[in-house]
């Protein structure tokens, strides 16, 4: 065992010279590069995860190809868990330790290196508006699928795509395509961060939304910068943190009301609301709900914000969703509304709605009105994946059941 919890796994430099290492290093094949670990200094996954700072599960995960790593730091930390010495570093995707030599004795390395940088950087100079346009659309397409079908049944494609933005927008020169690509990957990120809130994966959430709010910094757009923050709340929110992820949300709406669009206000201060009915605060949870209500324009959506779908329905349902906390009784025909407003686009959402409308059914003492509901809410629920409405249905399922006795 390692003593420390950054102690490097120590693994003998010819390693890193071996073919099949340095494939590994510049597919940056993390489940390979355990293995290399385990094969050749007898690291276990304990001592991989105790070198890396990662859990032994999410070792395993990886080394089973369940998890896939994205975050920067994160292969940082690997990278020197693992002992990488720098021409495996830059093999690797990564700077050099040693800035002042940074290859050693590895001069057909650095030659190597600057061979493959000129060719990302030739295909990157490819890439047109044309292209930025295509994978836009990608990214559009993923989020009607993920609307459908939950982040589980395409987080493949999800992978690949934020694979292809990142390398296109990390080898982009000219400042006006690279700015494009950076709105797309802050976008997809996004994505990628909601469909994690829903699996429960909430420190992968955390990360990408770090990750989409810089890229949203670079493309300079004020409303997508305040959207991918104010959507990373909802992680605090679900780590039992309500009061900061309010206080967030209060201060990004605040801070960008001015330059932001009317419907995205509008979602700031229905998002406010919720946090507030978490909290138990009716009077300020009413106040955003009304607010949201004189913000909202026409329409269902903004062409400038295809990440963002707010309309009458949606706010009915939001509406519905926090004044059910407070027992309030126009919150059934608020649910039904926003029910009878959904296109059958919103898979993950009507089960949102479904759990809130049996929960307010299940409060007026109509348990049997409240059970088809449930099961419809449960049933979406385990077609997208998302055990952040499993957990909700599940408890109502229970009530149901205690009332019907």
């Known amino acids: 065992m390692h003593g420390s919890a950054f102690e490097p796994i120590k693994i003998s430099a010819e390693v890193w010279d071996r073919e099949d290492s340095r494939e590994i290093l510049k597919n940056r094949d993390v489940a390979g590069l355990f293995k290399l670990a385990a094969k050749y200094a007898g690291a276990s996954q304990v001592d991989i995860g105790a070198a890396t700072g990662l859990s032994q599960g999410r070792v395993s995960r990886i080394s089973h190809n369940q998890s896939h790593i994205t975050e920067l730091d994160v292969y940082e930390r690997i990278a020197t868990g693992l002992g990488l010495p720098d021409h495996a570093r830059m093999l690797f995707g990564l700077a050099p330790l040693d800035t002042a030599s940074p290859t050693g004795n590895y001069g057909d390395h650095h030659q190597e290196q600057s061979e493959e940088l000129t060719a990302r950087i030739e295909a990157a100079a490819a890439i047109d508006p044309t292209m930025v346009m295509i994978l836009t659309t990608d990214t559009n397409n993923l989020r009607l699928m993920d609307r459908r079908l939950g982040g589980i049944a ?101 801070t960008y009301r001015d330059r932001i669009p009317a419907r995205l206000r509008t979602w700031m201060s229905a998002a406010e609301a919720e946090g507030a009915a978490i909290l138990g605060d009716e009077t300020t949870c009413r106040t955003a709900l009304e607010q949201a209500a004189a913000l909202l324009p026409e329409g269902d959506a903004d062409p400038d914000m295809p990440y963002l779908s707010v309309n009458a329905h949606h706010l009915a349902r939001w509406r519905g969703s926090c004044l059910v906390r407070f027992g309030d009784p126009g919150t059934v025909e608020d649910l039904r509304s926003a029910l009878a407003g959904m296109d059958g686009t919103y898979n993950r959402a009507e089960s949102g709605v479904r759990c809130d409308l049996g929960h307010a059914l299940l409060a007026r003492g109509e348990p049997d009105a409240a059970q088809p509901h449930i099961q419809r809410a449960q049933h979406l629920a385990t077609m997208t994946g998302s055990s952040r409405q499993r957990r909700r249905v599940e408890e109502l399922a229970r009530a149901v059941s205690r009332s019907l006795r």
Request: charged fraction near 20%; hydrophobic fraction near 45%; avoid cysteine.
């Open 154 to 254: 395409i987080a493949d494609k999800m992978r690949a795509q934020i694979s292809h933005v990142e390398h296109a927008h990390r080898h982009a020169v000219r400042p006006g395509i690279r700015a494009q690509l950076a709105h797309v990957l802050a976008e997809t990120a996004s994505l990628a961060g909601w469909q994690a809130i829903h699996t429960g994966a909430l420190n992968d959430a955390w990360n990408h939304y770090e990750h989409a709010k810089a890229a949203a910094r670079e493309a300079d757009d004020p409303a997508l910068i305040a959207y991918v923050s104010g959507e990373q709340a909802y992680v605090l929110m679900e780590l039992g943190r309500p009061a900061e992820g309010t206080e967030l949300l209060q201060y990004i709406h605040a």
